[in-house]
């Protein structure tokens, strides 16, 4: 029997179909690409966008169309937001919530004896479980995405995350630091921490951990070499934290701070917790103490009232600060948000005009801060060889520039290499293989 994943949406997404395939490999099963036939597509959805919707549907026909006798499971935030929607489409056997995808093999082999829809939505706030891990579904990778943390209970204007996947459940340290030890002893040498709002970690656990106790933890930790944080909120670098992360060897100085809007009215609008001032000290102080820091960031352009002004507040904010990376998303109603209801919903062309113009300034300024390293010696953790050029290996930096590494002898991935950068392309450095 074979089974093919679609994993749409987060890191946290990712790291849970890799917990379901290992599942249905203990359970005999082979996992294959979901562009083959197979016999079970477990398509794992995401509800962040109204794209992500209608990108789930089109999944779910196109692996109905490569196999109309497949089970197909759709699974995760599209499918606790609206299951009864969800198991209406056709094809569909299974329907399994944010927290019941654990028992996805069960569910799926009893579609397939009983000839009948299961449809499984747990209420997200009773079950604050995490799957256990299993090293085997992370073979073939270099990285590996350990998720910590779960849920949020900020609600943003525009988000439905808190509905979807319920209120803040962390990992226990000592289990965290049990599977990153796992990690390592299976040559892993990066692990990225993940979560839903992991600035939150610990504030449902015993006691005051939080998520700079557990980064001290891992740095006293032997073999596992790069420690990297997903995502973060802003306001999570107090003085305090920034004075303790500074010196963290493992700690890799690239943060992803999401800001969303450099306008503080549409901030406001959207519940966010900070102003644009106090994102850019914020950014300044890292700048200061962190060396080599890169910053990168998501915003969303078009959000209801978003007036022209507001936007240019935005569009300089960017062009002044000089992230290095700025993911845009336009703004996309879901229903059953604050933002959804707001008057003033800005027009489609308006928003494609503004995305535009912040992916043209984002292509500058990520040109520009490979730019920055042209001539030096930086470590490059090898991930593959580039399809289509052969002899040729990417990786990534210790401040997630992603590398062509020529020269370089065979057999070389999941190694750290010392490489010269040479070149800037818009998104990437070429570098020459030192040792
Ligand atoms: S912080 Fe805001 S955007 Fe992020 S998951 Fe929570 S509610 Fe959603």
Not at 43 to 66: E, H, L, P, Y
């Amino acid at each position: 029997m074979k089974v093919a994943f679609a994993t749409l949406g987060c890191r946290v997404n990712q790291y849970e179909s890799e917990a379901m395939a290992e599942k249905f490999i203990r359970d005999g099963y082979e996992v294959t690409d979901f562009s083959e036939v197979s016999d079970v597509y477990v398509i794992n959805t995401c509800t962040v966008t109204n794209m992500g919707d209608k990108k789930s549907r089109q999944i779910i026909s196109r692996a109905r169309r490569q196999n109309e006798n497949a089970v197909i499971a759709v699974v995760g935030c599209y499918s606790q937001m609206a299951p009864g929607e969800v198991s209406k489409i056709e094809g569909v056997d299974v329907v399994l919530g944010t927290r019941n995808k654990g028992d996805v093999v069960y569910y799926v082999n009893k579609a397939r004896d009983e000839k009948e829809v299961q449809v499984h939505v747990e209420g997200v706030l009773k079950n604050n479980k995490f799957e256990e891990l299993n090293i085997e579904e992370y073979q073939d990778k270099t990285r590996a995405f350990l998720k910590i943390q779960d849920g949020c209970n900020r609600f943003c204007t525009f988000c439905l995350i808190p509905y979807a996947r319920g209120s803040v459940c962390s990992k226990n340290p000592e289990k965290v630091i049990e599977e990153i030890n796992k990690l390592s002893e299976h040559g892993f040498k990066e692990i990225i921490l993940s979560g839903i709002h992991t600035a939150s970690y610990g504030v449902d656990l015993e006691g005051t951990i939080t998520l700079v106790d557990l980064l001290e933890k891992i740095e006293r930790l032997d073999g596992i070499e790069r420690v990297r944080i997903g995502s973060i909120e802003p306001a999570f670098f107090t003085p305090e934290v920034v004075e303790k992360i500074k010196n963290m060897k493992k700690l890799c100085p690239q943060f992803h701070l999401s800001l969303q809007s450099g306008c503080n009215a549409t901030l406001k609008r959207m519940n966010r917790r900070y102003s644009a001032e106090e994102y850019e000290n914020i950014v300044n102080v890292l700048r200061e103490n962190i060396k080599d820091v890169s910053i990168t960031t998501d915003v969303i352009v078009g959000f209801p009232g978003e007036t022209e002004e507001e936007f240019k507040e935005t569009y300089d904010f960017l062009s002044r600060l000089k992230l290095t990376k700025t993911h845009v998303f336009k703004y996309s109603p879901r229903k059953g948000t604050k933002a959804s209801d707001m008057p003033n919903q800005v027009d489609g062309n308006i928003k494609e005009e503004r995305s535009k113009a912040l992916i043209d300034l984002n292509n500058k300024n990520e040109k520009a801060f490979i730019e920055n390293y042209i001539g030096e010696d930086l470590d490059v953790l090898i991930e593959q060889e580039v399809r289509d050029k052969k002899g040729i290996y990417e990786g990534y930096t210790r401040n997630y520039i992603k590398v062509e590494v020529h020269d370089m002898p065979e057999n070389m991935k999941g190694q750290i290499v010392n490489c010269r950068i040479e070149e800037a392309k818009e998104d990437y450095g070429v570098a020459t293989y030192l040792k």
